[in-house]
């Protein structure tokens, strides 16, 4: 027995530092082992469902199934394998100490501007510029194949590689044209706010979302893709009318050409008090949709396999179905839930900043991650928020997984008493086959990953109204 110390006093020697790093690790190979053992549960269902189920009948025919069937277990096996780079990548960072080589390889940058170790503000803004153009120089390879390779064999895909390039460098620049100077006002705050940094910084925070909130609609999302105004018609005039019943404060409806990247659909609003919008994706409606038009003789880079890839299918909803879809999501702003959303993020936010409060001091976390003589402020927000609180953030994951599907209950039967549960009915299933949905699925996998319910327990809360 003495010459055999037990696993649990070997643990109790170790160092503090050791003991956080290890559990670090320990956990984030946890939680992806979990996440791996849900999607081989998940890609079981995927290769054994091989015929509609009795239930789906109605619904979907065996050729929209067996392509959705194929689309998901594509999609599932590539998130297989970029998922073990993720984690390999990342633990192979910690224990090559990537992050205090970065810090030490910033200072030289910084030092050799002019900028000594006393800027500590500036070097951290090296570190991020330096860090997030590592992971998306690492992330290209996967970005690429998973848009050019997966997306495109399912006829997703509508970039050229150019397009994907310009965009890739022009979502790059715009982060960091947001990321750095937030950042580094955040810094400052920490540095000079005093006892009760953690509200200031909190407040902060919540200030610049409320801003990208308003200003990302009509001054960010516009450099990545066009939107016009929804042309006056039957359709708008239905919107309004349906806006104006429910007391919903509309200013404008603006149609987005989302079919430049892709086919799936979709639609929202965003804006706050009295001003706001609905977006609508091209790809939703069926008069818009460019996969339903006729492509024009000798359009710029089109091509015989690019017309025929459109020629057969049929996209997007009715306008009655339209409207059922936008019931739905003003439903979540007419129940509340955009605010109990925000209220949440929020609450979580200052219990987050005030925690880092609590342990900023303490010196063994920034010595598990090999930071023994100095304490920058933002490696402190790194670890903490990102490591420390990891657990925390999963289980938080999945509560917030669990409410979202209740609001898009709530959501669904807000636009049934709108009297539009059969077009809603008919728009779920359409929706369903134009995005690829595989209808069935593992119930662990479903109750851990899915924000909103599986399409049969929608569809057979619209049924159960239809019928009523």
């Given at each position: 027995r003495g010459a055999m110390a037990l696993p649990g006093e070997l643990w109790a020697e170790l160092p503090a530092e050791k003991r956080i790093f290890c559990s670090v690790l320990l956990f984030s190979w946890a939680v992806y082992l979990w996440e791996a053992f849900l999607a081989h549960r998940q890609r079981r269902v995927y290769r054994t469902t091989t015929h509609v189920p009795q239930e789906l009948g109605q619904i979907?025919?065996?050729?929209?199934?067996?392509?959705?069937?194929?689309y998901q277990l594509d999609k599932s096996?590539?998130?297989?394998?970029?998922?073990?780079?993720?984690?390999?990548?990342?633990?192979?960072?910690?224990?090559?100490?990537?992050?205090?080589?970065?810090?030490?390889?910033?200072?030289?940058?910084?030092?050799?501007a002019g900028f000594g170790p006393e800027y500590e503000i500036v070097q951290s803004l090296v570190f991020l510029l330096l860090a997030t153009l590592f992971s998306a120089v690492t992330g290209l390879p996967w970005s690429?194949?998973?848009?050019?390779?997966?997306?495109?064999?399912?006829?997703?895909?509508?970039?050229?590689?150019?397009?994907?390039?310009?965009?890739?460098?022009?979502?790059?620049i715009?982060?960091?044209?947001?990321?750095?100077?937030?950042?580094?006002?955040?810094?400052?705050?920490?540095?000079?706010?005093?006892?009760?940094?953690?509200?200031?910084?909190?407040?902060?925070?919540?200030?610049?979302?409320?801003?990208?909130?308003?200003?990302?609609?009509?001054?960010?999302?516009?450099?990545?893709?066009?939107?016009?105004?929804?042309?006056e018609g039957e359709l708008k005039q239905q919107i309004e009318t349906m806006a104006k019943n429910i007391d919903f404060p509309l200013t404008k409806v603006y149609v987005v050409e989302g079919s430049k990247r892709s086919s799936h659909s979709n639609a929202y609003f965003y804006g706050f008090f009295k001003n706001k919008r609905i977006v609508l994706f091209d790809t939703l409606l069926e008069d818009y949709s460019a996969l339903n038009k006729e492509p024009a003789e000798g359009e710029d880079g089109e091509n015989e396999e690019t017309k025929s890839k459109t020629k057969n299918k049929k996209q997007g909803c009715k306008n009655e179905e339209v409207l059922a879809v936008l019931g739905h999501e003003l439903g979540h702003w007419k129940l509340g839930h955009t605010v109990k959303n925000i209220i949440i993020s929020q609450m979580n936010s200052f219990l987050c900043f005030f925690l880092f409060a609590v342990l900023?001091?303490?010196?063994?976390?920034?010595?598990?991650?090999?930071?023994?003589?100095?304490?920058?402020?933002?490696?402190?927000?790194?670890?903490?928020?990102?490591?420390?609180?990891?657990?925390?953030?999963?289980?938080?994951?999945?509560?917030?997984?669990?409410?979202?599907?209740?609001?898009?209950?709530?959501?669904?039967?807000?636009?049934?008493?709108?009297?539009?549960?059969?077009?809603?009915?008919?728009?779920?299933?359409?929706?369903n086959k134009d995005n690829l949905g595989f209808p069935v699925s593992d119930w662990i996998f479903s109750m851990w990953h899915y924000s909103h319910p599986p399409l049969l327990e929608r569809l057979q809360a619209l049924k159960d109204a239809k019928q009523e």
């Open positions: 979907m025919d065996s050729e929209t199934f067996e392509k959705s069937r194929l096996t590539f998130s297989f394998w970029s998922g073990l780079y993720s984690e390999v990548e990342g633990t192979m960072i910690l224990l090559c100490g990537g992050i205090p080589f970065l810090w030490n390889l910033s200072g030289h940058i910084s030092g050799h690429l194949y998973n848009t050019f390779v997966i997306e495109e064999k399912h006829g997703f895909n509508q970039q050229t590689l150019g397009f994907f390039f310009k965009d890739a460098i022009k979502k790059f715009v982060t960091q044209c947001i990321l750095l100077p937030v950042t580094s006002l955040l810094l400052y705050i920490i540095k000079i706010g005093g006892d009760y940094f953690f509200i200031y910084a909190w407040l902060f925070t919540l200030v610049v979302s409320l801003v990208l909130v308003t200003i990302y609609a009509d001054y960010i999302a516009p450099l990545f893709d066009k939107f016009i105004p929804l042309p900023i001091g303490r010196k063994e976390l920034f010595a598990a991650f090999g930071f023994c003589d100095t304490q920058p402020t933002l490696i402190g927000l790194m670890i903490i928020f990102q490591f420390i609180f990891s657990p925390y953030n999963e289980v938080l994951s999945f509560c917030l997984t669990v409410l979202s599907r209740r609001f898009e209950f709530q959501a669904d039967a807000f636009a049934k008493e709108l009297g539009k549960a059969k077009d809603l009915y008919s728009a779920l299933i359409k929706l």
